[in-house]
């Protein structure tokens, strides 16, 4: 198993935004890039195949979606996570990002509040900011290394909000939110008259003894609830941009596909959707694999860090393969974070502050890579560390 996502797979010279685009992210082309959020491991061999198959035909014209891709997601979200979703709630989209934003432009109006809970995702904060609506924070807490909502705060802001969008799990902290947690956002939810956009499109990526559960399986009535959701994470093709929203209200569902196709918005093309399909019908043992080895990874992190880089405390996360680094200890700026692990570590992660004023401190690393590349990574940052110290007088 292991031998599977130890494989080093060249992607320089593909085009990979990862990988070519180092110079132009980070001033240096030699860093190790563990940034943005795709993996370096080769999707899943079925997937490659019938993308294989589909590319033998000499003709990529304009391209329907089956009845049997709609089947696909349907039949997976029943068996992995117990949710059985209608047929005609599923809107197809090229990404989770342009289905916030679609989201956020057919639903509310300009001025209106969305509530966003950094540290979070960018985007986040752009799909209000960008569409001239009211940006709302409910910033996480952060206590003894452990993240939840702050619903006293969310209490005070929550009655002149229009809508929330909700990160379940959560880039780039990585929680997996409980039951208890969801139940009492749905509840205020309902007392406030929010809509919710749920991005889910983590919601694979769990690691064992966690359990995520999808925010409308949970509500009695989930017309308030729309989750975004999509095969690119977790099988690793998200260069082929299909995703898809899952939205039960029949006025909201409308509403979103009437903006898409005001704007001309297709989501089919003949690669993506075979290989959102296939994802679906034949990548559960991949991914099965994939968590463990993660894991793995994850712990190894976890356990180097204490030994030797102390002062870089790990928010342990529950799901996906993004860390999310406590480097306040270390006593930088975040210019100076950025230029210590560019060009001292050469290491390339995303700064923390991405992610909110709350992200100041922190950085968040991506160990979808074979796990040499990431332990390698933590000794360049172990003597860039060391070096600093001798600089500084600091020994020991």
């Known amino acids: 198993m292991s031998e599977k996502f130890d494989r080093d797979i060249d992607r320089s010279g593909t085009n990979s935004t990862k990988f070519d685009d180092r110079l132009g992210i980070f001033g240096n082309a030699n860093v190790m890039p563990l940034w943005v959020a795709d993996m370096d491991f080769a999707a899943p061999a079925e997937i490659t195949h019938a993308l294989i198959r589909r590319a033998t035909h000499p003709i990529y014209g304009y391209t329907l979606v089956p009845e049997s891709l709609y089947e696909s997601l349907i039949d997976w979200l029943k068996r992995r996570h117990h949710w059985h979703v209608e047929r005609e709630w599923i809107i197809l989209s ?18 209106e509040q969305v509530i966003v809970q950094p540290p979070v995702y960018f985007p986040f904060f752009s799909a209000a900011t960008k569409t001239d609506r009211q940006l709302v924070l409910n910033p996480l807490h952060l206590e003894q290394g452990h993240y939840t909502i702050d619903f006293d705060q969310l209490e005070q802001i929550g009655a002149d909000a229009r809508m929330l969008l909700f ?29 919710i956009i749920s991005d889910e499109i983590h919601a694979d990526l769990i690691y064992p003894g966690q359990l995520h559960y999808p925010l409308a399986n949970l509500a009695q009535n989930a017309d308030h609830i729309i989750t975004a959701i999509a095969p690119s994470k977790t099988f690793n093709i998200p260069g082929l941009h299909l995703s898809a929203l899952i939205v039960p209200n029949k006025t909201h569902r409308a509403a979103i596909m009437h903006f898409f196709d005001m704007i001309h918005v297709s989501a089919a093309n003949p690669f993506s959707i075979i290989a959102f399909e296939t994802a679906y019908r034949q990548g559960e043992k991949w991914l099965d694999e994939l968590m463990p080895y993660l894991r793995e990874t994850r712990d190894q992190v976890s356990a180097y860090l204490s030994e030797y880089l102390a002062p870089i405390q790990l928010i342990k996360p529950e799901g996906t393969y993004l860390l999310w680094l406590d480097c306040r200890a270390l006593n930088m700026s975040d210019n100076q974070l950025k230029h210590f692990f560019i060009h001292e570590a ?41 070096r600093m110290k001798m600089r500084s007088g600091k020994i020991g």
């Not at 990404?95 to 679609?102: I, K, M, N, Q, R």
């Not at 959560?170 to 139940?183: D, F, I, M, Y």
């Not at 923390?352 to 004023?357: A, H, K, T």
């Not at 100041?360 to 990574?377: D, Y």
């Open 94 to 111: 090229p990404g989770v990002v342009p289905s916030l934003t679609a989201a956020v432009m057919a639903l509310t109006q300009p001025r």
């Open 167 to 195: 990160c379940s799990p959560h880039n780039p902290v990585g929680r997996v939110w409980r039951k208890a947690e969801l139940t009492r956002l749905i509840e205020m939810a309902q007392q406030y008259d929010w809509l």
């Open 346 to 386: 050469e290491v390339g992660l995303s700064p923390g502050i991405l992610f909110g004023r709350e992200g100041s401190g922190f950085m968040r690393m991506n160990i979808g890579t074979p796990r040499h590349h990431i332990m390698k990574a933590l000794e360049n940052i172990k003597k860039a560390y060391d």
